[in-house]
């Protein structure tokens, strides 16, 4: 992994220009710039030799937290959407969950691709190359192992060129796995937001959104039984009428409203949290029919971002009016109702498309950066959000996709795209990013469950996510209601809890998963198939 030839294709005085030129992959920082004529850039990529061996894995990050992308072998393919028939896929606008709409997939054995980071680990030997900045386009990565060959491109088409432009921004390492990283962020400009783990309650994975006010001050008492004082207790989704619709609760659910939730929660003595989808509006939500004009039209039209409730669009973060009331909202949330940290979820629908003057990236970073200034230093916990533009800008981040109640979700679920909800996936997921935990911030690695009723899990695979849960993520919530738990169970909870002070020494993922830590003075090694 050395020589690197680079090669720009730009739309320049009506005619086509090419650009060529050559970088020596150095270790730590490459910083690669050229002076671009003015124009409109077609492509920015790279090519490189990487030759590895049968049995090394490859890592390419996938576009935002939800996305399977587990470690790969050199004969795997990653699977897009081309088992769904076009019109399920226009139905449901599944392609509005990832990076379908703006990435080919070549679905070809050997042929994996990611954003911002990739890796190639032959057992305990890891070679890194990720990016440093990614606001002059996310850095996507293709390699193909049939010619150990890979690929690197700007996504930066259609934008206007004219001056210096940072046609890659990247560091590369090779030795141990905790070297390789520590190296990356120590050079990375987004430093960590310090914050403490996180261990409590949410809502979701047991009511959904079949909460009210009976069933969250029940939970609450539940929790008092197991919880200690400052953990968190989180409203999940629900409590509003409808997905964009933010400024009032279901008074039908909760008709003492939100402020007399919290105050509940913290008479109880934990902290009060609470879900919201500040970038997307539901088409059956009153923001939806009255304000048509609030959200980004591409080719005219609004973006969907997904079928879940009965479909929804992505709002337009610089129309003036989006900004106000999300200022309101958060306002409300925050100084009205006081709550104290919320969790900001699809976040992805901010930025599916950038302009001419800005990438989809630092589109997306600047949505990022609006937050945290409506949140001020209330702790954001983001969830659905393109993985390197949270950096820095977020105490608690998502790594997986969303847990299920069984193992694998339905087996018609399992042919839809990368970003749908799996227990299996979300462990794979936990596992190949956990280099993120204590470095971009405190990764959630979702839910764990305890509880025997209304869920499908056996022991071992509820075992399984509570460990590994523990040991690699800095958010440890459940969903279950502790006051159906034994006395086995709050045992069970304990020694779990306990297991998240582990300082993990070291993460083998071939054969399974085994991980080995420090706990109490001893050194400790737990395995799983």
Request: proline share 4%; net charge negative.
């Amino acid at each position: 992994m050395t020589a690197m030839n680079w090669q720009v294709k730009l739309l320049s005085g009506g005619k086509d220009v090419e650009l060529n030129g050559t970088h020596e992959l150095t270790t730590g920082a490459n910083h690669i710039y050229f002076h671009l004529p003015k124009g409109q850039i077609l492509s920015i990529k790279a090519e490189l030799d990487v030759p590895i061996s049968t049995d090394e894995k490859i890592f390419m990050n996938g576009y935002q937290t939800w996305t399977y992308c587990p470690e790969y072998s050199v004969t795997d393919s990653i699977r897009g959407l081309h088992r769904i028939p076009s019109f399920g896929v226009k139905k449901f606008h599944f392609d509005g969950y990832g990076d379908y709409h703006f990435v080919n997939y070549p679905y070809k054995s050997g042929v994996t691709h990611g954003f911002s980071w990739c890796s190639f680990r032959n057992g305990k030997h890891v070679r890194l190359l990720a990016s440093l900045d990614e606001d002059p386009g996310y850095t996507m990565f293709t390699y193909d192992a049939n010619l150990q060959h890979l690929t690197i491109e700007r996504d930066c088409y259609g934008i206007e060129s004219g001056g210096e432009y940072a046609l890659f921004d990247l560091y590369f390492k090779e030795g141990g796995e905790q070297d390789v990283y520590d190296g990356w962020f120590d050079e990375l400009p987004q430093k960590r937001i310090p914050a403490e783990p996180l261990y409590g309650y949410s809502s979701w994975y047991n009511r959904y959104q079949n909460i009210d006010e009976t069933s969250i001050l029940q939970d609450l008492s539940g929790c008092k039984t197991i919880f200690k004082p400052g953990d968190l207790f989180q409203i999940d989704d629900g409590w509003e009428p409808k997905i964009g619709d933010w400024l009032e609760e279901d008074r039908t659910k909760f008709p003492k409203g939100m402020k007399a939730m919290v105050e509940e929660i913290h008479a109880a003595g934990f902290e009060a949290g609470l879900w919201l989808a500040p970038f997307v509006a539901e088409t059956e939500s009153a923001l939806y029919q009255t304000h048509p004009d609030w959200f980004l039209k591409v080719n005219g039209e609004n973006f969907t971002c997904g079928c879940n409730w009965s479909g929804f669009d992505s709002l337009d973060i610089d129309h003036p009016e989006v900004r106000q009331y999300l200022r309101d909202v958060f306002h409300r949330v925050f100084d009205e109702w006081g709550f104290d940290l919320v969790k900001l979820d699809f976040l992805y629908g901010a930025a599916p498309y950038g302009s001419v003057h800005e990438t989809r990236a630092a589109r997306m970073r600047r949505a990022m950066e609006f937050l945290r200034e409506l949140c001020g230093e209330h702790p954001i916990l983001g969830c659905g959000v393109p993985v390197m533009p949270a950096f820095g800008l977020v105490e608690y981040c998502r790594i997986s996709c969303d847990v299920t109640l069984d193992w694998n979700d339905k087996l018609y679920m399992q042919v839809i795209h990368r970003e749908r909800p799996s227990t299996k996936q979300a462990i794979g997921n936990i596992i190949s990013r956990r280099q993120l935990n204590g470095r971009a911030y405190l990764s959630d690695p979702d839910v764990f469950f305890l509880r025997s009723k209304n869920i499908s899990l056996t022991e071992k695979q509820k075992e399984k996510l509570a460990t590994i849960s523990a040991l690699l993520g800095g958010v440890f919530l459940t969903s279950d209601d502790p006051s159906s738990y034994t006395e086995e169970m709050k045992e069970q909870y304990h020694r779990l809890r306990h297991l998240t002070k582990a300082k993990v020494l070291e993460v083998l993922p071939d054969h399974g998963i085994t991980i080995r830590y420090e706990l109490d003075g001893a050194i400790e090694t737990v395995s799983f198939e």
